[in-house]
Every structure is written in C-alpha cells, then in structure tokens.
C-alpha cells in the first residue's frame, strides 16, 4: 500500500474512485498531500471520509433479523464498497453467529469461524441454504421475541405531540433505515407495531 493510501485508506472504497487520481496524488509532494493542500489530495480526502461517515452511519443504524440456526442477516443499499468491512466489525461483536448481508444482488456471507464467501442468491435463498447445514444454536432455543414488550416500551417513548418528522429523517436518514426497522413505522405511528408487518 503507498503512504498516500495509508492517510486515505478509504477512499478506494468509494464508488467514483479511479486508479489515475491515487496515481496523481502520488506524484505530488507528502507534506501537500498530508495537508490536503492540493486540488485532487481534497478530493481523495472528501472520498475518504465519505466512505467513513457511510461506515459509520450503516454500522448505527444496520438491524438484523436473527435465525434460530444462528445466522443474522440483513440487506443494505450502500453507495460505496464497504460489505466486507462491515461483515469483519459485526463477527467480532457476534462472534458465534453467521452474519448475511445482501447488497447490489449478491449476498456475502461470514462464518462463525471469519470465512467470507459471496453468494449471487437472495438474501433469503441462502438463509435456507444455512440452516439446512446448521443445526439450531443451542442458545437460540430459548429465544423468544416478546412483541406485546415491545409494544409497551414503544408506546411509553412515543409522544404524539412531540412528533418531530424532518428532526428525525436528519438524525437518522431514511436510507440507512432497514425497511423492518421500527424506525421506519415512526412516522405513520396511528396503529400498532405489529399491523405494518403484515
């Protein structure tokens, strides 16, 4: 890796990054490029944290939906190339579960045990595809999903007259929402929970 790269190690995740812009900048003086001091040293800094703040933001607000075979999985729509990034943060909090997340029609896969393998199959597909090979965690059995504590706890928060709309697509824009978030019911709150689902 060069050292320009070492400064910007994101910024080749991005989806407009070109091998020619990293060539220039290497041509130019470390102290400028350190700096940000030149014209296309900006704009590989911009793509940097560009990449970053995506990370940061997807690894917030990413949720997922759990399989009693230990599997968690989850689709995304990011602008840049950073499934792998986020499949190697969520193994090291979940280290026991297989994490699936689906992007740009193929899903990628990592194992309890940090294999990556990439799939060009829906999301659900190789879920099926998972649990026919993994038998039930042995922890998952006793898992339950209490919707009615949910409800309570949701309905506690929730405060009509504090409805805040274009507050909340700021702190938490919609294309970072799963589409089976609650997050993504705030808005039309008038029913339960449960009644969106269906």
């Known amino acids: ?8 190690y994101l910024a080749d995740r991005h989806n407009k990054f070109n091998s020619d812009l990293l060539k220039k900048v290497e041509m130019q003086n470390i102290g400028l490029v350190m700096n940000v001091a030149t014209p296309e040293a900006r704009q590989l800094y911009e793509m940097h944290t560009n990449v ?12 997922f939906d759990i399989s009693l075979h230990g599997i968690l999985y989850t689709s995304i729509d990011s602008e840049h190339h950073i499934v792998d990034d986020l499949l190697y943060f969520f193994h090291e ?8 997340i689906f ?14 393998s990439v799939y060009d199959l829906s999301l659900k597909d190789v879920v099926l595809l998972f649990e026919k090979k993994l038998p039930v965690l042995e922890i998952m059995k006793d898992f339950s999903y209490d919707e009615d504590l949910w409800e309570k706890y949701y309905d506690s928060q929730f405060i009509l007259e504090r409805k805040n709309l274009r507050l909340m697509k700021s702190m938490m824009p919609l ?15 008038t029913k339960k929970l449960l009644e969106y689902c269906n």
Do not use: Q, W
């Open 1 to 8: 890796m060069s050292e320009v790269l070492d400064c910007f």
């Open 52 to 63: 970053a703040r995506a990370i940061c933001k997807i690894k917030s607000f990413l949720r």
């Open 93 to 100: 909090r979940f280290p026991i579960f297989h994490i699936a």
């Open 103 to 116: 992007d740009k029609k193929k899903t990628y896969v990592i194992s309890s045990e940090g294999l990556v």
């Open 175 to 189: 294309k970072y929402r799963s589409k089976n978030s609650a997050e993504s019911f705030i808005s039309n709150r």
